[in-house]
């Protein structure tokens, strides 16, 4: 398989999420050199954490598209890690997305992400994935409630 370009954007932090929640980062970022997915992660200036997601043949549903269950599958982990890296330590308890278009396979794009409230350990993120420029495939909100410590 090809290199990958999966660089960030000038003033883009790049992002140690396995780092920040060990291993539990397998099943999307697990194998950088897979044919499923390649993932990097950054920090923008404003601290909003965005990933570029390159989604390979294995993550193929409609002909040369994504599956809808690999966008899911990216959206819960790059939402997810969106609280985890604003000092939230949560579980996601309700993803909710919008289809918008085809992702056609084999490309890279981009996940953009936003923390739009906390109300006591209810925590509200919103996500896209996209070109980066105007094409939205997905949006996304996820409810995540912040865990007790054990």
Not at 92 to 121: H, K, W, Y
Request: net charge negative.
């Amino acid at each position: 398989m090809s290199e990958v370009d999966l660089s960030g954007e000038k003033g883009w932090q790049p992002f140690d999420a396995p780092a920040l929640v060990g291993s539990s980062l397998r099943f999307v970022s697990g194998d950088p050199e897979g044919d499923r997915f390649r993932v990097s992660y950054y920090r923008k200036p404003d601290s909003a954490l965005v990933a570029r997601i390159w989604f390979g043949p294995e993550t193929e549903g409609p002909p040369e598209h994504a599956h809808g269950g690999s966008m899911a599958a990216v959206l819960d982990e790059v939402l997810g890690l969106a609280a985890w890296s604003a000092g939230y330590a949560i579980v996601v308890a309700n993803l909710n997305i919008n289809f918008r278009c085809l992702l056609p396979i084999m490309q890279v794009v981009q996940v953009d992400t936003e923390i739009v409230s906390v109300d006591g350990r209810k925590v509200l993120v919103r996500g896209k994935i996209w070109d980066g420029q105007e094409k939205v495939y997905t949006e996304a909100d996820c409810l995540c409630i912040e865990i007790q410590a054990v």
